[in-house]
C-alpha cells in the first residue's frame, strides 16, 4: 500500500523558515518523480515544486522561487521542502504527491494527507 505521510508543518513569523518532509512507503520511492503542492482553503491546488527520480532535475513555481528548495533522499524514501523567508501569502496545507513517472510531470496517482503551514505574526 502506497503511503505518503508529511509533517514539519507548524506556525512561523513572516521570513522565518521550516522544512517540511514526506516519508514514503509501499513504493519504490527512487524510481518516482515526486511534488508539493499547496492549498488556500477555499482556493484551488497550486503547484510548488517537483523533483525528478534521481534529483537530477527540480522546477518551482514562480511564486516560490529563490526562497524554497525541494530536495530527496531516496536512501531514506524521503522528500523534503526547505521554505526560506516565508511570507503570509505561503500559508497552506502541504501536500507531497507522487507522479507515475520517472521525470516530472504535472500528474499525480497518490496524495499525501496534507501538514498545515501558517505563516503570520
Known amino acids: 500500500e502506497v503511503q505518503l505521510v508529511e509533517s514539519g508543518g507548524g506556525l512561523v513569523q513572516p521570513g522565518g523558515s521550516l522544512r517540511l518532509s514526506c516519508a514514503a512507503s509501499?513504493?519504490?520511492?527512487?524510481?518516482?518523480?515526486m511534488s508539493w503542492v499547496r492549498q488556500v482553503p477555499g482556493k484551488g491546488l497550486e503547484w510548488v515544486s517537483r523533483?525528478?527520480?534521481?534529483?537530477?532535475?527540480?522546477l518551482y513555481a514562480g511564486s516560490v522561487k529563490g526562497r524554497f528548495t525541494i530536495s530527496r533522499d531516496n536512501a531514506k524514501n524521503t522528500l523534503y521542502l526547505q521554505m526560506n523567508s516565508l511570507k503570509p501569502e505561503d500559508t497552506a496545507v502541504y501536500y507531497c504527491?507522487?507522479?507515475?513517472?520517472?521525470?516530472?510531470?504535472?500528474?499525480?496517482?497518490?496524495w499525501g494527507q496534507g501538514t498545515q503551514v501558517t505563516v503570520s505574526s
Open positions: 523533483i525528478s527520480s534521481s534529483s537530477g532535475g527540480t
Open positions: 509501499g513504493f519504490t520511492f527512487s524510481n518516482y518523480a
Open positions: 504527491a507522487k507522479s507515475p513517472y520517472k521525470y516530472m510531470s504535472d500528474d499525480y496517482d497518490y
